[in-house]
């Protein structure tokens, strides 16, 4: 009985440790955590770009990855690039901006 008991243990603690390591991150995998927070990022850079009215905001692509933010597309003017980095920077929780975008 003592066996079956020492065997359920140890494999209840692999399954708990299999878990824990799969929910860490690492330099190019993120945490559950940080995967929701970057979701919320993202939504809030889409919004804040939504409502400048000198933007398109169908043209540009937004991704997060550990609160860095990438933008991509393509705008009319590089007075648009300019808006929406700065846009971006504004919002809380946005590390750093990557620009992607492109003139058209």
Request: a positive charge.
């Given at each position: 009985?003592?066996?079956?008991?020492?065997?359920?243990f140890l494999?209840?603690?692999?399954?708990?440790?299999?878990f824990i390591g799969?929910?860490?991150?690492?330099?190019?995998?993120e945490s559950t955590g940080q995967y929701v927070d970057d979701t919320a990022i993202t939504a809030k850079v889409k919004a804040a770009i939504f409502?400048?009215?000198t933007l398109k905001s169908a043209e540009i692509?937004?991704?997060t990855f550990k609160g860095a933010v990438q933008l991509s597309g393509f705008v009319g003017?590089?007075?648009?690039?300019d808006r929406a980095i700065?846009?971006?920077r504004a919002v809380s929780g946005v590390r750093?901006?990557?620009n992607d975008m492109r003139l058209k």
């Open positions: 009985m003592k066996l079956t008991q020492r065997f359920s494999l209840l603690a692999a399954a708990a440790f299999t799969g929910c860490a991150s690492s330099t190019t995998k409502k400048e009215d692509n937004v991704e003017s590089q007075a648009d690039i700065q846009v971006t750093t901006v990557k």
